[in-house]
Structures are given as structure tokens and as C-alpha cells.
């Protein structure tokens, strides 16, 4: 099974960026398709953007125009470039993977995760 390993997180005022990183090891065939999730303090995990092996991306609507998801799969590492920030993004950033999703922004249709990295957005 991979172990994902996510870094990048950091504190940051409302309009900056952050570019969060995802290191898959391990066997890659449950890497096919890869997704950042987030979960504010209190409430559940949410799908935040997918790409999969073919270049399939999927955005969740209140990330669409500030957050970008690629993939480099020589290094089998996932990138969530994050702009334009607000304080509602604040919560921890997973990543997931797995060989197969139907819906890739749903939590429960992937098996392995990293444990997290922390953003926090102030005003």
C-alpha cells in the first residue's frame, strides 16, 4: 500500500498562497487517481480538487479559479497550489489515493491517506 506524506501547510493572511505537496511511496498502483480533501475545525472531511493518471481533474465549486491540482508522476507527488486565500480555507489539508474512485471528491471512495498538513488563513 503507498504512505502519503503531505507538507506545504503554513499560516498565512486572507489573498496569499500556499502550495501544499503529496509524496507517494510504496507500491503505485493504488496512485492512480490522487485528491486533496479539507477539513475545517468541526466540521467533515470535503473533496477539494482529483487528478488522476490520464490528466482527469476534478474541482470542488468554491475552490474553482484559485486552487490548481497537478501531478508530477515521475516523482508520484500531487501539488495543490492554493491562492488567493480566505479564512474560510483554515482546517487541515489530506491527501488520498487510490487505484479506482467513482466520485473522486468523495472521502469515502479512497483507502489510504496522509495524516494531514495544517493551514491556517487570518484576516
Known amino acids: 500500500q503507498p504512505q502519503l506524506m503531505e507538507s506545504g501547510g503554513d499560516s498565512v493572511q486572507a489573498g496569499g498562497s500556499l502550495n501544499l505537496s503529496c509524496a507517494a511511496s510504496g507500491t503505485t498502483f493504488s496512485t492512480y487517481v490522487m485528491a486533496w480533501f479539507h477539513q475545517a475545525p468541526g466540521k467533515e472531511r470535503e473533496g477539494v480538487a482529483s487528478i488522476d493518471n490520464d490528466g482527469l481533474i476534478a474541482y470542488a465549486d468554491s475552490v474553482k479559479g484559485r486552487f490548481t491540482i497537478s501531478k508530477d508522476r515521475r516523482k508520484n507527488t500531487v501539488y495543490l497550489l492554493m491562492n488567493n486565500l480566505t479564512p474560510e480555507d483554515t482546517g487541515m489539508f489530506y491527501c488520498?489515493?487510490?487505484?479506482?474512485?467513482?466520485?473522486?471528491?468523495?472521502?469515502?471512495?479512497?483507502?489510504?491517506w496522509g495524516q494531514g498538513t495544517q493551514v491556517t488563513v487570518s484576516s
Open positions: 488520498a489515493s487510490d487505484s479506482y474512485a467513482e466520485d473522486t471528491l468523495r472521502a469515502d471512495e479512497y483507502n489510504y
